[in-house]
């Protein structure tokens, strides 16, 4: 049975180059990986995806077809890839890999929250036990108010796919040791990040983050976040490790509990 993982994250935060390094580390330690690319809009990767939406849907032709831009092309060439699950399920099937590594749309939002995301997890869930990394880019880790407020998406997101998931901390080269090492007491000491918030100049800030970091802490969603740089290698053989934990459990969470305490 293969194991699914799919990326996920902001625009930009490093959904492609992870998904290209942990094939090529999963690769040197003799596991069979497969690398599927979801994005119909992408123009180049650092990867050749085995299987590769673009193939079913491309957003230039989409375009063309429904006479509109980029971003409405994008809407609509998201949601035309649901048509196509039962042949990357297919696909997927014959591959026979280990892992699957699932790149998902720049755009993030249009695959989570509009019916795309949920339709491909249900559509391929039934024949892997699946994962999900929700990916922070490190520059927002360095601010306690947008470090809270991703923290407040990467709940969204276990809240809207009830997958087992990990938060990674990405571009973690582009941090100072301190700064690391902050983001490691935040995780671990919500009072620290307060303290943090309740420090920044803009009363508006403090104000919106702490009602974030209040949703967060008593939905406990945000659990742990592994700090990786895939340029440089650090963390990946860390995040195998959790991707490994994170499939042992169940494949669907049940957030009975915490979805009520919302
Ligand atoms: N310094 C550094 N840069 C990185 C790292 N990972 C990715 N990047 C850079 O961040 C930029 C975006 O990376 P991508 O992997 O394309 O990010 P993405 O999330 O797939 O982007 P979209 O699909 O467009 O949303 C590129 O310029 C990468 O080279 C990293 O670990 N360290
Ligand atoms: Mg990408």
Known sequence: MSSLVYLLGPAGCGKSTLTSALSVLMQSNGLKVVTVNLDPGVEWLPYTPDIDIRTHVSLREVMKEFKLGPNGGLIVAVDLMAEHLPKLRQLIVEWNADYVLVDTPGQMELFAFRRTGPAVIEGLGDVQRSCLLFLIDSF???????????????????????????NVLTKIDRLTANELQMTADWMERK??????????????????????????????????LVPISATENRGLLELVGAIERALAKETVLDLGEEVEKY
Do not use: C, Y
């Open 191 to 224: 009072d620290l990040l307060l303290d943090a918030i309740l420090s920044e100049p803009n009363p508006l800030d403090r104000e919106t983050a702490m009602g974030m970091l209040e949703v967060v802490e008593k939905t406990s969603l945000a659990g742990e």
């Open 140 to 166: 927002f880790a360095k601010q306690a108010s947008s470090f809270v407020s991703m923290l407040m998406l990467a709940s969204s997101v276990l809240a809207r796919f009830r997958l087992p998931q990990i």
